[in-house]
């Protein structure tokens, strides 16, 4: 079955405290690994896409990576607004369209 | 930037009515979905349409059903809301199979 698990659920830094969010995943085969933001009460607002193994993606102080089993995204010298819930979802090789979504990351920033 | 719009944003309503959650894009994209997410959940695909006329249900079990007779539009029907449909609806749309979703900002469901 496929499945999606990103850990930890909270996290707490502090601001300019750099930290990485895993998001392990199990597919028959892989079509691409989306990482989303989402704000509370506001739907998830698209982040990166990765296609294979080794790629990576970077956006101001966000990187994500991709390996065979799971992704990373990186946050260097998070800042308060970087608060919200990161959603990683799979989209599986011969699946109709749906995306699997993990439970999310919510991340904290304290100034 | 994604145009995709969600209308209510909130509703309470009470046990039995019939609600619309509406849902409009204005990219011209042919695959349309509707999720479903509760507080500290994942998103459960309900619904989706590849085009006119295309209508599918996704993963998790729904008394919900859409229709899609125009491109720009996906509307949700409720025909007798009850409790257990209390929840945060996402209406979202993508141009290909490899490419990401856009999502609405949801209409959250209150059924009292």
């Known amino acids: 079955e496929d499945q999606v698990t990103q850990s930890p659920e909270a996290l707490r830094l502090q601001e300019g405290e750099s930290s990485s969010l895993n998001c392990s995943y199990t597919v028959s085969g892989l079509r691409g690994l989306f990482w989303y933001r989402q704000d509370p009460g506001k739907g998830p607002e698209f982040l990166f896409t990765?296609?294979?193994a080794g790629e990576e993606k970077e956006k101001e102080r966000l990187k994500a990576t991709l390996t065979k089993k799971e992704s990373f995204l990186h946050i260097t010298a998070p800042k308060p607004e970087d608060s919200a819930t990161y959603l990683c979802a799979v989209q599986a090789l011969g699946s109709q369209g749906n995306l699997i979504f993990g439970k999310g990351t919510k991340l904290s920033v304290k100034p | 930037e994604a145009d995709i719009y969600q209308t209510p944003r909130y509703l309470v309503i009470g046990t039995g009515k019939k609600i619309t959650l509406e849902c409009s894009q204005t990219m011209g994209h042919d695959k349309m979905y509707w999720y479903q997410q509760d507080p500290g959940m994942e998103l459960h695909l309900i619904h989706y349409s590849y085009g006119v006329n295309s209508t599918e249900k996704g993963d998790l079990s729904s008394e919900s059903t859409v229709s899609r007779i125009r491109t720009e539009h996906f509307p949700l029907t409720l025909e007798s809301a009850r409790p257990s449909h209390t929840s945060q609806y996402l209406c979202a749309t993508r141009r290909g199979l490899n490419t990401e979703a856009f999502f609405g900002q949801g209409t959250r469901l209150t059924v009292v």
């Open positions: 990765l296609y294979s």
